[in-house]
């Protein structure tokens, strides 16, 4: 019987998600990757032991995380009900729709028919009553504005979720959207985008300014650039590596002399740091507390608590942003 760490919370900084009453540990652990029904199991009830026993309380997944679509779910309820039925209102559980999940015009973007039941869905799989955060997985041209707002509103409202985020929504849709959510009065607290040293566009757009002056949110995904930054590619492409096994997230055409050239300097800063060039990355996005939590993914137990490590040190001199950002744009 799993009995979690003492001092899980003493590893972990947490912070306030946005304006809301609710904080996120600045590391998440997300279930897209190594989750599905091709993983193992065992592996799987590790990691999630090894983030929570060192502060990771929240556990990010949506409807059609696998493979097979719903595979996620239906195996993180299984650990649940193993190992974390007793820490439930220590847990913050998220989940998203708005990708392709079932067959026919019911079963993606952002109609309310599709919200509604995709979350009933989720419930079941998960074997819970509510999640803390449902997100709308991406923006919908089509759906009115109006309908997906009223349905998360209504969700919340139906006591199936505790708050509602958005991802994938650049700036103008977020000012958009939040407007809305702000006269119902809906828990709307966070959007979730992908960040990077490799991929800037929440600070291009003005998504990453604008949130923290409005009270909003930010919780960022592939913070290492689907593996680059890490030391998987110091010398070049590693035969096993998800470029040559995969190739569906990260392409090998993206994988440049020029990315490698930076990638290797980067992890020069990273050592003199003493950290990992990961380790670094992450610390990298938490840098102006602008940010509120990091996802990581994890292959297995380890990968995690190297991610956790980068928490003895976010900070950076402003001689190591300017080197940072000499490289990247260099």
Known sequence: MYTANKNRYDKMKYN??????????????????????????????????????????????????GPVYGAAETNFGRILKKDFKSYRDELIISTKAGYDMWEGPYGDWGSKKYLVA???????RMGLEYVDIFYHHRPDPDTPLEETVCALDGIVRSGKALYIGISNYDREQTKAIAAIFKELRTPFIINQRSYSMFNRAI?????????AKNGIGIITFCPLSQGLLTNRYLNGIPADSRVRTDGRF????SVT???????????????ERG???AQTALAWILRDNDITSVLVGASKPSQILDNIGMLSNTDFSEEERKRIDEILNG
Not at 118 to 124: A, E, G, I, T, V
Not at 250 to 253: C, G, I, R, V
């Open 16 to 65: 306030r998600c946005g304006a809301s009453g609710l904080k996120l540990p600045a590391v998440s652990l997300g279930l897209w990757h190594n989750f599905g029904s091709n993983a193992s199991f065992t592996n799987m009830r590790d990691m999630c032991r090894t983030a929570f026993d060192n502060g990771i309380t929240h556990f990010d997944l949506a409807n059609n995380y």
């Open 118 to 124: 995709s979350l009933d869905q989720s419930l079941k």
């Open 203 to 211: 600070e291009k757009d003005g998504l990453k300014d604008y949130a």
């Open 250 to 253: 990260l392409k090998e055409s």
């Open 257 to 271: 002399q020029e990315t490698l050239n930076k990638v290797r300097a980067l992890n020069e800063i990273a050592k």
């Open 275 to 277: 950290q990992s060039l």
